[in-house]
């Protein structure tokens, strides 16, 4: 089974940056970031299809965030601007079998998460 490993989590104030990076132990296909806050589902944020030529991104995190990926190095990332207070919540980037998909359930391996804390 793939290992997925997070970082770049963090402290930032609200209109500040951050830059999530996923590192894959092995080749993955469809690439999502999910997040979730306390009291939250965990929601869908950005997702990314193998080629890295298709991507879904949340409403709330449109034109804000930027999902890319390296399949030489087996890892995607996210790039956050402009962060809110309601970004605040643990990142966790997941891999699905198929190509491409925007359904959580079809997102079978899962990373430890990452907090991402944004002050206002």
């Known amino acids: 089974q793939v290992h997925l490993v997070e970082s770049g989590g963090g402290l930032v104030q609200a209109g500040g940056s951050l830059r999530l990076s996923c590192a894959a132990s092995?080749?993955?296909?469809?690439m999502g970031w999910f997040r979730q806050a306390p009291g939250k589902e965990r929601e869908l944020v950005v997702a990314i299809d193998y080629e890295g030529e298709k991507t879904f991104y949340a409403d709330s995190v449109k034109g804000r965030f930027t999902i890319s990926r390296n399949n030489a190095n087996n890892a995607v990332y996210l790039q956050m601007n402009t962060l809110k207070p309601e970004d605040t919540a643990v990142y966790y980037c997941a891999t699905s079998t198929r190509m491409a998909t925007i359904v959580k359930g079809e997102y079978t391996c899962w990373g430890q998460g990452t907090q991402v804390t944004v002050s206002s």
């Open positions: 092995s080749a993955v296909y469809a």
